[in-house]
């Protein structure tokens, strides 16, 4: 199995680390909260030992908790894979269709994308994952969305354990007047229950009830929007780059046709773009199969376009205020408080005098990019995020596209 063997050999001991995050304990405590719950609750409801029915319900249990916790710590131990260090295409003339990573001291091979959590460029990006705490991307893709699928599945399961469990130790002792809702127990009543089930067990199995109903819900719906971008063989950040070039192409009219290059015309040429039955996807993370009418860097030429436009459009403000980079600053208004973005991208602390290009926003909050001086560039350094609307002020005069001409290829 590789994950026993990547868990073995560990060459990375530091990944370890990635277990003492608040999305790994959170993901772990609900499956282990289900599972333990199931499992007691099905040997109270329906004993294993009894009946062949008994039997194959314990052993779908343990073998969803198995396939659950495989697929879930491959997504995160085995991780998305990383564009190597100052890495370069063989062919230098295609380095003026790439990105430069100054963090990584490197060019963007294709698909990949700066991860500001993980510190490098990565293959095939999809999303930074809290719940895994690791990037998705071209190595974990697939272990990623089968842990969404059986995640669900599983909890299904359990679900109808703790419903059922419930009902059958409810019916035995209330009457809440249900003469029209007969189920005929008798087969599974062949045996005492070896545990009680106490007030505390029933307040235990509506927990997990709760659980278990809340993780099919919400783990189901990021299911289907993961097969819906791998059906196309794109990702989540290429479906908005795609949608980004639609509406460039209408705002300026330029009568260009954007063809997403990674579709290769059918769903089940793309599916096994990702699933294969080795476990190990299509590629090297550098080169892909592309639409026939499409080159590989169609996309990157793309990006670079976006880039350049959202270096014209970005407008220049002056920090007239002091700003220490708070999530829900409490000196800076209670609308900003209280309107602070629901994401986990940063703050930027700035101080008087900060120059910032922004290039979106909300009425309360901003985002963009501080400009920092040769010495700070050079290093590699960036720093973007949000900050108050409040703590700057547009300048009179804009040179935002001026000063960043000769800016043209950063993360």
Not at 69 to 78: H, P, Q, R, S, W
Not at 404 to 410: A, E, F, L, Q
Request: aromatic share 12%; charged share 20%; net charge positive.
């Amino acid at each position: 199995m590789n994950f026993l063997s990547s868990f073995v050999t560990f060459e990375n001991l530091h990944e370890v680390r990635r277990l003492c995050h608040w999305g790994p304990v959170i993901a772990l405590s609900v499956i282990a909260i289900c599972s333990t719950m199931a499992i007691l609750d099905s040997i109270i409801w329906y004993w294993p030992l009894d009946t062949t029915g008994g039997s194959i319900n314990f052993i779908m249990l343990i073998n969803w908790t198995v396939l659950i916790l495989y697929n879930y710590f491959n997504a995160m131990f085995v991780g998305p894979g990383y564009i190597p260090l100052g890495w370069k295409p063989e062919n230098l003339q295609d380095t003026h269709y790439l990105q430069y990573c100054r963090v990584c001291q490197g060019y963007k091979a294709p698909r990949s994308h700066h991860c500001r959590k993980c510190n490098r460029c990565v293959m095939k990006m999809d999303h930074h994952c809290p719940w895994i705490n690791n990037c998705c991307g071209h190595l974990n893709h697939a272990y990623f969305t089968s842990f969404l699928l059986l995640a669900p599945l599983g909890c299904s399961h359990a679900a109808i354990i703790f419903i059922m469990t419930m009902y059958t130790q409810l019916y035995e002792r209330i009457s809440f007047g249900w003469s029209t809702v007969k189920i005929d127990m008798s087969a599974l009543r062949q045996f005492q229950p070896l545990m009680p089930f106490s007030i505390p067990a029933f307040a235990a199995t509506l927990f997990a009830l709760g659980l278990a109903l809340g993780t099919t819900i919400a783990v189901g719906m990021l299911f289907f929007i993961q097969m819906k971008v791998i059906l196309r063989n794109k990702t989540s950040i290429e479906s908005w780059i795609e949608e980004k070039a639609k509406d460039r192409i209408q705002h300026y009219q330029t009568g260009e046709e954007f063809i997403f290059p990674y579709d290769l015309g059918s769903r089940w040429l793309n599916l096994k773009q990702v699933f294969t039955w080795s476990g190990t996807p299509k590629g090297d993370g550098i080169e892909w199969p592309v639409h026939p009418k499409c080159h590989q860097h169609t996309l990157t030429i793309e990006q670079l376009k976006q880039k350049a436009d959202k270096r014209v459009r970005s407008v220049q403000y002056r920090a007239v205020e002091d700003y220490n980079g708070a999530c829900c600053p409490l000196n800076k208004g209670l609308q900003t408080f209280f309107r602070t973005p629901c994401t986990e991208e940063p703050r930027i602390p700035l101080s008087k005098g900060d120059t910032i290009l922004a290039t979106r926003g909300t009425k309360w909050w901003m985002y963009g990019d501080k400009v920092l001086s040769e010495e700070e560039m050079a290093g590699g350094d960036r720093i973007r995020g949000w900050f108050p609307r409040r703590c700057v002020e547009k300048c009179h005069y804009d040179t935002a596209a001026s000063d960043n001409t000769s800016d043209k290829k950063v993360n």
